[in-house]
Protein backbone atom coordinates (compact mmCIF):
# COMPACT_ATOMS: atom_id res chain seq x y z
CA UNK A 1 0.00 0.00 0.00
CA UNK A 2 2.51 2.22 1.03
CA UNK A 3 4.35 2.21 -2.90
CA UNK A 4 1.43 4.89 -4.19
CA UNK A 5 2.02 7.47 -2.12
CA UNK A 6 5.06 10.17 -2.70
CA UNK A 7 7.32 10.84 0.34
CA UNK A 8 7.21 14.29 1.87
CA UNK A 9 10.09 16.11 1.87
CA UNK A 10 11.58 17.48 5.40
CA UNK A 11 10.05 20.73 6.88
CA UNK A 12 12.65 23.83 6.52
CA UNK A 13 14.19 24.57 9.79
CA UNK A 14 14.24 28.20 9.36
CA UNK A 15 12.14 31.28 7.38
CA UNK A 16 9.07 29.59 8.52
CA UNK A 17 6.94 30.73 11.26
CA UNK A 18 6.54 28.82 14.36
CA UNK A 19 2.96 27.81 14.02
CA UNK A 20 3.07 27.03 10.24
CA UNK A 21 6.33 24.51 11.58
CA UNK A 22 3.79 22.96 14.05
CA UNK A 23 0.94 22.68 11.41
CA UNK A 24 2.87 21.59 9.08
CA UNK A 25 4.81 18.69 11.18
CA UNK A 26 1.52 17.44 12.73
CA UNK A 27 0.09 16.88 8.53
CA UNK A 28 3.38 15.50 7.60
CA UNK A 29 3.28 13.23 10.47
CA UNK A 30 -0.44 12.51 9.82
CA UNK A 31 -0.17 11.70 6.21
CA UNK A 32 3.10 9.25 7.33
CA UNK A 33 1.00 7.93 9.56
CA UNK A 34 -2.28 7.35 6.77
CA UNK A 35 0.00 6.09 3.64
CA UNK A 36 2.56 3.45 6.22
CA UNK A 37 5.66 5.61 4.96
CA UNK A 38 6.19 7.05 9.08
CA UNK A 39 9.45 4.64 8.60
CA UNK A 40 8.73 2.55 11.85
CA UNK A 41 9.82 -0.90 11.72
CA UNK A 42 7.63 -2.56 13.34
CA UNK A 43 4.28 -0.39 11.58
CA UNK A 44 3.20 0.27 15.52
CA UNK A 45 1.43 3.62 14.76
CA UNK A 46 0.34 3.28 11.44
CA UNK A 47 -3.04 4.20 10.52
CA UNK A 48 -5.62 1.17 10.07
CA UNK A 49 -7.73 1.95 7.06
CA UNK A 50 -11.18 0.58 6.14
CA UNK A 51 -10.02 -1.62 3.63
CA UNK A 52 -7.47 -3.01 5.71
CA UNK A 53 -10.34 -5.04 7.73
CA UNK A 54 -11.35 -8.16 6.53
CA UNK A 55 -13.17 -9.73 9.13
CA UNK A 56 -16.93 -10.19 8.29
CA UNK A 57 -19.90 -9.16 10.06
CA UNK A 58 -21.58 -11.49 12.47
CA UNK A 59 -25.20 -11.70 10.83
CA UNK A 60 -25.81 -15.08 11.56
CA UNK A 61 -26.80 -16.33 14.76
CA UNK A 62 -27.89 -19.58 15.96
CA UNK A 63 -30.03 -18.70 19.55
CA UNK A 64 -33.39 -17.59 19.29
CA UNK A 65 -34.47 -17.34 22.67
CA UNK A 66 -34.87 -19.39 25.70
CA UNK A 67 -37.51 -22.66 24.56
CA UNK A 68 -37.03 -24.23 27.86
CA UNK A 69 -40.03 -23.01 30.20
CA UNK A 70 -39.12 -24.32 33.47
CA UNK A 71 -42.05 -26.88 33.09
CA UNK A 72 -41.24 -29.83 35.67
CA UNK A 73 -42.43 -31.88 38.22
CA UNK A 74 -42.44 -31.94 42.08
CA UNK A 75 -41.35 -35.22 43.76
CA UNK A 76 -42.13 -35.91 47.66
CA UNK A 77 -38.84 -35.93 49.49
CA UNK A 78 -36.97 -34.40 46.45
CA UNK A 79 -38.32 -31.29 45.22
CA UNK A 80 -38.75 -29.62 41.73
CA UNK A 81 -37.41 -31.96 38.75
CA UNK A 82 -37.53 -30.83 35.17
CA UNK A 83 -39.59 -32.77 32.48
CA UNK A 84 -37.19 -34.58 30.33
CA UNK A 85 -38.62 -32.31 27.65
CA UNK A 86 -37.81 -29.24 29.03
CA UNK A 87 -34.07 -30.11 29.78
CA UNK A 88 -33.85 -31.31 26.67
CA UNK A 89 -34.45 -27.76 25.37
CA UNK A 90 -32.52 -26.18 27.46
CA UNK A 91 -29.73 -28.48 26.66
CA UNK A 92 -30.27 -27.26 22.81
CA UNK A 93 -30.75 -23.68 23.84
CA UNK A 94 -27.10 -24.10 25.83
CA UNK A 95 -25.65 -25.44 23.06
CA UNK A 96 -27.05 -22.80 20.44
CA UNK A 97 -25.90 -20.35 22.66
CA UNK A 98 -22.24 -21.88 22.81
CA UNK A 99 -22.26 -22.23 18.64
CA UNK A 100 -23.43 -18.21 18.76
CA UNK A 101 -20.06 -17.57 21.49
CA UNK A 102 -17.66 -19.65 19.74
CA UNK A 103 -18.47 -17.70 16.32
CA UNK A 104 -17.83 -14.24 17.95
CA UNK A 105 -14.78 -14.86 19.56
CA UNK A 106 -13.52 -16.35 16.27
CA UNK A 107 -14.86 -13.19 14.76
CA UNK A 108 -13.29 -10.60 17.70
CA UNK A 109 -10.06 -12.73 17.58
CA UNK A 110 -9.87 -12.18 13.91
CA UNK A 111 -10.44 -8.87 14.43
CA UNK A 112 -7.34 -8.32 17.06
CA UNK A 113 -4.98 -9.78 15.19
CA UNK A 114 -5.55 -7.74 12.28
CA UNK A 115 -5.24 -4.46 14.34
CA UNK A 116 -1.96 -6.10 15.97
CA UNK A 117 -0.64 -6.07 12.32
Known sequence: MAGRFT?????PQ?????????????LKQNVELLTGT???????????LKSSITTSQVTDYNFRGLTAKGAGFNIT???????YTDYASLLQDVASLARDVAQLRATVNSLINQLRR
Not at 7 to 11: D, F, N, S, Y
Not at 39 to 46: F, I, K, L, T
Not at 77 to 83: K, S
Open 7 to 11: GIPAL
Open 77 to 83: NVGQVPA
Open 38 to 48: RGEVDGASMAL
Open 14 to 26: SGIDEWNARLLDA
